[in-house]
């Protein structure tokens, strides 16, 4: 089992930066792939990045954060964040961590995590 705990988002203004954590607990074994989701109400959770916590520490960003957004990981912290720059309205939403315990991390589908945290508001205004 993995337990993840989210922390860090809150109110900023557009232009602003935010910066997401992500603790895990439990068994490395279910997170080869760790990654940011985002949703509002209404809309389908979406892929904001994902990073492979092995070699070679990939990471995948959606079109709409590429050069604004940045994830990476401390495996000694058993952390993963995210790192939101140039923040804009439409980037409001909740935000939430995962994992899976396939190193297959590129463009997956919300549904092949297995692990969720409670997730973390951000709003952009």
């Known amino acids: 089992q993995v337990q993840l705990v989210e922390s860090g988002g809150g109110l900023v203004q557009p232009v602003g930066s935010l910066s997401l954590s992500c603790a895990a607990s439990g068994a490395t074994a279910g997170r080869h792939c760790m990654a940011w989701f985002r949703q509002v109400p209404g809309k389908e959770r979406e892929t904001v990045a994902s990073i492979r916590t092995g070699y070679p520490f990939t990471s995948d960003y959606h079109a709409s954060v590429e050069g604004r957004f940045t994830i990476s990981q401390d495996n000694a912290k058993n952390a993963v964040y995210l790192q939101m720059d140039s923040l804009q309205p439409e980037d409001t939403a909740m935000y939430y961590c995962?994992?899976?315990?396939?190193?297959?991390?590129?463009?997956?589908?919300?549904?092949?995590?297995?692990?969720w945290g409670q997730g973390t508001q951000v709003t952009v205004s």
């Open positions: 995962a994992a899976r315990d396939n190193w297959y991390c590129r463009r997956v589908h919300h549904h092949k995590f297995e692990y």
